[in-house]
């Protein structure tokens, strides 16, 4: 495949890629393709076809927020290029002093933590937050989020056969660090919470937080999350 300076014009299609992979290899095209377990993607003709898969955990409808994630970080990180990361904590946390004879327990769990902090952030946009907010985009969020500064390897084809395996997306450290500062700044949000819960605080376990349930603790909880606009319900 020639290479050329024009970026390759991006589309996203439902069909399978079976079909014009085949048909390049029959006519002896010349392209790039890539299998992943959630998209395919072939480039040929300077266009960049990513193909939806029969993998039922993304909704085919929101492939584009693979694009749309990447666009609205770039963009963020164009006018703000430091990210400042939260210290480093557990991702599950337990009190092992907790005494569980007093009173009962409950939990506070955040709604779509990593996206809703993205967005609180101001790494992706009110239009990319709101439509990967259906429930079928649950998956689709977290892959957007989590492949960003992700390299990118693809096989290359030279007259419809197999040539070589090159890089087309060399990985990107500063996009990396976006993601670390989304995973972790929840996680600290945990933690933060456990000192002001003292020796009510029992566990945390990623975005949910367990703790000695009493109208008091519930204010400390609820308050702190609405001061960060983070979403939250309730668990009993």
């Known amino acids: ?63 584009c927020l693979f694009n749309m994630v990447q666009m609205d970080v770039k963009n963020f990180l164009n006018i703000n290029p430091y990210i400042d990361i939260p210290p480093k904590v557990n991702t599950i946390e337990f009190n092992y002093k907790y005494d569980d ?60 056969e197999f040539a070589e395996t090159v890089v087309v997306k060399q990985s990107d450290q500063t996009l990396q660090k976006v993601y670390v500062d989304i995973r972790l700044s929840c996680y600290y949000m945990m933690y933060e919470l456990s000192q002001l819960l003292k020796n009510d605080f029992e566990s945390w376990k990623t975005d949910c937080i367990y703790y000695r349930d009493t109208p008091e603790n519930r204010t400390i909880v609820h308050n702190y999350f609405e001061e960060r606009e983070m979403l939250f319900k309730q668990l009993i």
């Open 1 to 63: 495949m020639d290479n050329q300076e024009e970026k390759p014009k991006r589309i996203y299609t439902k069909t399978k890629v079976d079909r014009f992979y085949n048909k390049l290899v029959k006519g002896k095209g010349n392209f790039l393709i890539r299998f992943g377990s959630e998209c395919n993607e072939l480039i040929f003709d300077n266009v960049h076809n990513v193909f939806a898969t029969a993998n039922n955990n993304f909704d085919k409808k929101l492939i």
């Open 101 to 160: 004879e007093i009173g009962t327990i409950t939990a506070t769990d955040l709604d779509h933590a990593f996206w809703r902090i993205a967005y609180v952030k101001g790494y992706i946009t009110k239009a990319t937050y709101t439509k990967g907010l259906p429930t079928s985009g649950k998956a689709i969020r977290l892959a957007s989020l989590s492949i960003l500064g992700r390299g990118k390897k693809f096989d290359r084809y030279e007259n419809g």
